[in-house]
């Protein structure tokens, strides 16, 4: 029986009926700063993302379907991420004991990779680690029966429609404050980062992702953080493979070539995935999602599962590492 502790807030979840779409005609690093794109610009822009935009069409009617029990044995977890979308879950002491213990090896293997490269040219493989069962099998089969003793298997396949299995390629993460790409996303025009900076969505095919966390994770160190209720919103067919393209093309980076360069895209193609970084704190699409986002700490649980087609990030961290894995929960055929 898994333990879930009730999440505490004011509001009820986001009924948002779409993504927001930044107000980039009036951004001070988008069409207030470059101006009316010239026509070189924008074939540039298009010819960038057509490849990317030509690839997502055979997926776009595989996103993940609206949420639906099958067994109806998916229970608290079940109903708690098909109301808000994400759900924590506490494991025993042993539990937590084992998985930290088991993988404190790579933990050690992870800190020398990233000591290796100075904080200011870090990308995200730099900060992760691919577990797989050739180099952690124990840990994987064990957290593997953790959730499955806690109901998440069953929960997820409750949601996603058909039996799923925990993926065995996964992600050791450690991140700290000095990591570039979480911040100062303008700092060419001195414009600093939203209250909503790095909230996204990931849209991929048909899956769930769990983070576990492995050392104690407070609001300082970095809490992966959901916006309650943002999975509900259905994307049309072509705003999926417009964000989706935005991603794998590179055009939602933030630097100041490739913000050029996306404003030059007509303006029907400017969504981006990781839409946050370009929300300003004025607008009030940003206020109701920072209203109904939850920060998951320890003390709500060590493992998190989440529909990942909801909006939520990574916080900044202030003092402090936050060590975690994330994993996939897929169908089973499926990727």
């Known amino acids: 029986m898994a333990s879930i502790t009730e999440i505490p807030r004011i509001t009820q979840p986001i009924a948002l009926r779409r993504l927001p779409d930044p107000d980039y005609a009036h951004h001070p690093a988008y069409g207030l700063l470059f101006g009316r794109p010239k026509a070189s610009a924008r074939i540039r822009a298009l010819a960038r993302l057509w490849p990317f935009l030509r690839a997502q069409i055979p ?17 608290a977890l079940y109903e708690r991420v098909l109301r808000d979308g994400a759900v924590s879950v506490r494991l025993t002491v042993d539990e937590i004991t084992t998985l930290r213990e088991l993988v404190r090896p790579l933990i050690r293997t992870l800190q020398e990779k990233k000591a290796g490269v100075a ?30 003793r806690h109901g998440v298997l ?6 996603l429609g058909a039996p799923v299995v925990m993926r065995d ?24 980062d939203p209250a909503t900076s790095y909230m996204h969505i990931d849209s991929e095919v048909r899956f769930m992702k769990g983070m576990l966390y492995l050392n104690e994770v407070t609001p300082s160190n970095g809490p992966f953080a959901y916006v309650l209720g943002s999975h509900a919103v259905r994307l049309s067919a072509f705003e999926y493979m417009v964000r989706k393209a935005n991603d794998k093309s590179g055009l939602d980076l933030c630097d100041a070539a490739t913000r050029e360069l996306f404003w030059a895209l007509p303006r029907f193609l400017r969504k981006k995935s990781e839409f946050g970084n370009d929300l300003l704190d004025a607008s009030p699409e940003a206020a109701a999602l920072i209203a109904h986002e939850h920060r998951f700490t320890t003390e709500d649980g060590h493992f998190v599962l989440f529909d990942n087609n909801g909006a939520h990030r990574g916080m900044h961290v202030v003092e402090g590492e936050r060590h975690a894995v994330q994993i996939q929960l897929r169908p089973e055929g499926v990727g």
Do not use: C
């Not at 700290?176 to 100062?184: E, F, I, K, T, Y």
């Open 169 to 192: 390629s996964l992600k050791l993460q450690i991140t700290d404050r000095d990591d570039a790409p979480w911040h100062s996303h303008f700092s060419d025009v001195g414009l600093p």
């Open 59 to 75: 997926l776009a009617g595989q996103r993940n379907p609206s949420p639906r029990g099958t067994s109806g044995r998916g229970g």
């Open 154 to 159: 069953t929960a997820a396949s409750d949601y």
């Open 119 to 148: 904080p200011e040219t870090r990308v995200f493989k730099d900060m992760i680690l691919p577990l797989s069962t050739k180099n952690a099998p124990e840990f994987i089969n064990s957290l593997r029966a953790a959730l499955d």
